[in-house]
């Protein structure tokens, strides 16, 4: 009789159960897929191995939807601007790959001790103790519930709900294949969480000022072929430039967007490409080549240029990524033409 294959879930806590002290670390500025999981991983090993879970992440979270989530779900991470663990704790990295530049164990020095997460791994090299890296999977989430369903725990309505919204979030638009794993998912999540608070998230409030900065993207959008890009010299919240980003891409004849806004001193850069639109990790990756950091999904990148101080640097930025980006997308430097005509923007002044 042929033995029986041990699932992932076992071989995972098999593993982490040599480790009495253990912390989830996610990419900085976490979104809503790498809170969950976190999230997640951190009920199943306190619930099966009885030991204390931290759940940390660098940076802050953006986006009205994503901080309705925090508040009303009240996820247990905690978000710091550097780590340095006492004594030996095993670090499981989730939601990006240790060769990445966007998590506190890289600013740290430190080796993860296990890996799960759902990008493509680059080609760089390296070693850990448990992977479980999963290209064909939408969510991490959904591998996360997957853990959680094989050992028969049951996450409760808020963690339910805090994995559902993540695994909408990751398969928003034709984007995302839908893969078995996220199939299961969804249908073991549905008896666990609440629609009400699933409502409440995807319909968070809005300040007026993220209503001036949409206006203001709008009016700074301008199109080159089938490539998008708007750039706001300034903006009072960090999400705009993702949302903005979302937006553009439904624009009929536009297959590839960069936005990018200045949130106080910094840039803040989001890439969205359709399906003939290529990879938005590479066009921002060399868009932003020298000059800044990004990563992401072959369709949503995101990226950071820190240290625009001045004005005068703020403008040099902005035609120095307006060429790249369409160095990138393999455009001719041209004029391009504004998404609202500059006309109708006058005349509704």
């Given amino acids: 009789m042929a033995a029986r294959r041990t699932r992932r879930s076992e071989r995972f806590l098999e593993y982490i159960s040599r480790f009495e002290e253990i912390a989830v670390v996610s990419h900085n500025n976490p979104d ?5 999981s976190g999230w997640a991983l951190k009920h199943l090993i306190e619930t099966k191995l009885d030991r204390k879970v931290k759940v940390l992440a660098g940076g802050a979270v953006w986006r009205a939807e994503n901080l309705r989530m925090i508040e009303l779900l009240k996820p247990p991470i905690t978000l710091v601007d550097k780590w340095m663990p006492d004594g030996d704790v095993a670090a499981i990295l989730i939601d990006c790959a240790p060769t990445a530049n966007n998590h506190l164990l890289g600013e740290g020095g430190i080796e993860p001790a296990a890996v799960i997460d759902h990008h493509e791994v680059d080609g760089k090299r390296f070693r850990v103790g448990y992977r479980d890296i999963r290209p064909r999977v939408a969510a991490l989430s959904s591998i996360a519930a997957e853990y959680l369903r094989e050992q028969k725990v049951e996450p409760g309505a808020r963690l339910a709900t805090s994995l559902m919204y993540a695994i909408n979030t990751e398969t928003t638009g034709w984007q995302a294949v839908f893969s078995p794993t ?3 998912a969804i249908s073991w999540l549905n008896d666990f969480y609440d629609p009400a608070w699933f409502s409440d998230i995807q319909n968070a409030p809005l300040t007026r000022d993220y209503f001036g900065d949409l206006l203001l993207a709008l009016e700074k959008t301008f199109i080159y072929e089938d490539a998008a890009l708007c750039f ?7 999400e705009i430039a993702a949302e903005v980003a979302d937006l553009l891409l439904r624009c009929k004849g536009v297959e590839r967007v960069l936005c990018a806004a200045v949130v106080g001193e910094d840039l803040l850069i989001s890439a969205r490409t359709s399906r003939a639109g290529g990879d938005a990790v590479s066009l ?3 868009t932003l080549k020298k000059i800044g950091f990004s990563g992401g999904h072959r369709h949503r990148a995101g990226g950071k240029v820190p240290g625009l101080e001045t004005r005068a640097k703020v ?10 980006w369409l160095a ?3 455009i001719q430097q041209s004029r391009g033409s504004r998404l609202v005509a500059l006309k109708e923007i006058v005349t509704n002044l």
Avoid at 32 to 36: G, L, T, V
Avoid at 232 to 238: F, H, I, N, Q, V
Avoid at 315 to 324: A, F, H, I, V
């Fill in 232 to 238: 706001l010299p300034r903006a009072t919240g960090p």
């Fill in 182 to 184: 996220d199939r299961k």
């Fill in 32 to 36: 809503p897929d790498a809170i969950s």
């Fill in 315 to 324: 403008d040099e930025m902005q035609t120095l990524l307006r060429g790249q």
């Fill in 284 to 286: 921002l990756t060399k």
């Fill in 328 to 330: 990138a997308c393999g």
